[in-house]
């Protein structure tokens, strides 16, 4: 329990930061597609922690749920970037089926941390999906300065990520762990975005596949390291 009470203040201390450097650094994106709005509150919503009620959800649950929705976003990016990639006019169906997928996961997050961690994670998580569109766009249109611009940021938000995760996790995925499996996520995608775009098949399925699979090893680090700290809301 004083672990979990722990993680609760660091979480709503490490938001705070976020949110200040959000407001500094991630501008408005100019790419007409937009999955990240920095006037919602991301914690809006979410299940709550009954006091009395400690195990909220099964290790078995946590498991599979992160597998599944991991997996799963690779798979929504991909198809979302691909029509921005392509130039269509109505991206609304991938937007929504993103959204739920990341609505999902910050629910997930939320069951284990609390509103508090799942705002944090929520804060990072769109952003992110937010660049990989901003870089799909700007290869779209060989913009580079704006291609640098968003690869830039998903350097950032592999840092910043790594660090909310070692920090939820009280070090159960240490720091360089855990940046090291983020790098590979963001480059999955990347070589995606820039094989999809330039309407390189096979490659681009290729690293497709190996974005999904990698996303298995992601899921199981992270539920292994939330498993391994016996917190009150998670059940065996």
């Known amino acids: 329990m004083n672990g979990r009470r722990a993680y609760c203040t660091a979480a709503t201390t490490l938001f705070a930061v976020m949110l200040a450097a959000c407001g500094s650094s991630a501008h408005p994106s100019t790419t007409p597609v937009t999955v990240f709005n920095m006037t919602v509150d991301p914690g809006r919503g979410l299940p709550t922690v009954k006091r009395g009620n400690h195990a909220t959800i099964r290790?078995?649950?946590?498991?599979?749920?992160?597998?599944?929705?991991?997996?799963?976003?690779?798979?929504?990016?991909?198809?979302?970037?691909?029509?921005?990639?392509?130039?269509?006019?109505?991206?609304?169906?991938?937007?929504?089926?993103?959204?739920?997928?990341?609505?999902?996961?910050?629910?997930?997050?939320?069951?284990?941390?609390?509103?508090?961690?799942?705002?944090?994670?929520?804060?990072?998580w769109e952003q992110h999906t937010q660049f990989f569109i901003d870089l799909a766009q700007a290869v779209r249109s060989h913009d580079s300065t704006a291609k640098d611009a968003a690869e830039s940021k998903l350097h950032d938000y592999q840092n910043d990520f790594a660090s909310f995760v070692t920090t939820a996790t009280d070090g159960g995925v240490n720091l360089v762990t855990v940046t090291a499996l983020l790098h590979t996520h963001v480059q999955d995608m990347t070589t995606y975005i820039e094989a999809d775009v330039a309407g390189h098949t096979s490659e681009a399925a290729q690293a497709l596949a190996h974005a999904v699979s990698h996303m298995h090893v992601v899921a199981r680090a992270i539920s292994d390291a939330i498993v391994a700290q016996h917190l009150d809301t998670v059940s065996p």
Not at 90 to 112: E, K, M, Q, R, Y
Request: no cysteine; glycine share 6%.
């Open 59 to 124: 290790t078995a649950v946590l498991r599979s749920t992160l597998n599944s929705l991991l997996s799963k976003h690779a798979t929504l990016v991909a198809e979302l970037v691909h029509e921005v990639g392509a130039g269509q006019a109505n991206t609304t169906a991938a937007v929504n089926a993103l959204a739920a997928n990341t609505h999902s996961l910050t629910d997930a997050i939320a069951f284990v941390y609390g509103v508090d961690g799942a705002r944090a994670f929520a804060q990072l």
